[in-house]
């Protein structure tokens, strides 16, 4: 699982939904791989409006990374600075979470994450 994919997640228990501590799920025991992709910056530019920045600090500084900065890059930062733009693709799409699990903050609810496949089925009781 993607770094980049934990910005898109939020918990799946019911009593979660109306909660803003639902989001964004913590990484705990996360074991990480590092995958070599090459560095696409439109990709990374295109997808930067769409990314919950203060929920990437977050996940970054639990995961061990460097602080971010408190803001998001504008698409002209990136372009100008390479060693950012690599930072944040090493981040959002090299980084992967092969083990680990994902708590809510809310409910303390744990997701598995097991080959990098994070398992959002829920008891009969939580649904």
């Not at 803003?20 to 090459?38: C, F, G, N, R, T």
């Not at 439109?42 to 990374?65: M, Q």
Request: charged share 25%; glycine share 4%; net charge negative.
């Amino acid at each position: 699982m993607k770094v980049l994919s934990l910005n898109f997640l939020t918990c799946a228990v019911k009593a979660c939904k109306s909660s803003s501590d639902s989001y964004p799920l913590h990484p705990k025991d996360a074991e990480l791989v590092q995958d070599d992709i090459e560095v696409n910056p439109e990709l990374l530019i295109n997808i930067l409006p769409r990314i919950d920045w203060k929920a990437l600090t977050t996940t970054a500084t639990e995961l061990g990374f460097p602080a971010l900065p408190e803001q998001a890059p504008t698409a002209e930062e990136l372009q100008a600075d390479e060693q950012k733009l690599k930072d944040l693709h090493n981040l959002l799409m090299e980084t992967q979470i092969m083990e680990g699990k994902l708590v809510c903050g809310h409910c303390g609810h744990e997701y598995a994450v097991r080959e990098g496949i994070a398992n959002f089925l829920l008891p009969s009781h939580l649904v």
